[in-house]
């Protein structure tokens, strides 16, 4: 089984590697910003079935044809594609610069949008796509301050995943997306600082490897919420 991680030099992208390095039949590429922390991630995975690749997900349009020409190097086919990236920057919105604005939209959902139109011809069909985003961007979901155009952006790629799952299903290739709440993550502690997180990023990435697998028995063009509290 081949398997792409998008965003996988810490966090939850970090231990979801470990994680399903773990298996021996499943060859992974993981991908992220910090060559050195994708070497030591490279480094505990003692299967030698990991494989890294430096890529700036908001620089995708720059790079297109290298990045694409690594993975084809790489991989035949690709069975699995998990976009884990994220930027996050708290602030009122009156106050976010144009800049961080725009690189929290290409971070959570441009880069991860551009990834998936390079994997899609190595997908075949009973092939999985797995985007991350968060409680902030489920509709309906509590709202805090700080964070709105990073929940827009984890809004988008929500109903990205919902509609690219009917254009992908003549093809056989399904698209889910998992809205996931309060993880001890540094991520969580920039936007909620002092407050404990009920899930460590290794308890989630165990429900994420498990769904990625699996989940595409049971679900296509979802987006399903994965939190146990508010935050």
Do not use: W
């Not at 309906?140 to 254009?167: P, Q, T």
């Not at 990625?212 to 939190?227: E, H, R, T």
């Amino acid at each position: 089984m081949n398997i792409i991680v998008n965003g996988a030099s810490k966090g939850i992208g970090r231990a979801l590697v470990l994680r399903m390095a773990a298996d021996k039949d499943k060859q992974i590429i993981a991908t992220g910003r910090n060559e050195s922390m994708l070497r030591e991630l490279q480094m505990e995975c003692l299967n030698g079935n990991v494989t890294y690749m430096k890529m700036d997900i908001t620089e995708m349009n720059k790079e297109m044809e290298v990045i694409r020409d690594q993975i084809f190097n790489r991989f035949s086919s690709v069975d699995i594609l998990i976009n884990m990236s994220g930027s996050l920057i708290v602030s009122d919105f009156m106050k976010l610069s144009d800049n961080d604005t725009r690189n929290m939209m290409e971070t959570n959902f441009f880069g991860p949008v551009n990834f998936i139109k390079l994997v899609v011809p190595l997908m075949p069909a009973g092939s999985h796509i797995v985007n991350i985003s968060s409680m902030g961007g489920f509709q309906g979901s509590s709202k805090y301050r700080g964070l709105a155009v990073y929940s827009a952006s984890k809004a988008a790629i929500s109903c990205f995943s919902e509609c690219l799952a009917v254009e992908l299903s003549e093809s056989g290739i399904s698209v889910n997306c998992l809205a996931l709440g309060s993880v001890q993550t540094g991520m969580f502690e920039k936007a909620f600082p002092g407050f404990k997180a009920p899930v460590s990023p290794e308890g989630m990435a165990e429900f994420i490897s498990y769904f990625a697998v699996n989940g595409n028995k049971f679900f296509n063009g979802k987006v399903l919420p994965v939190a146990v509290n508010n935050p």
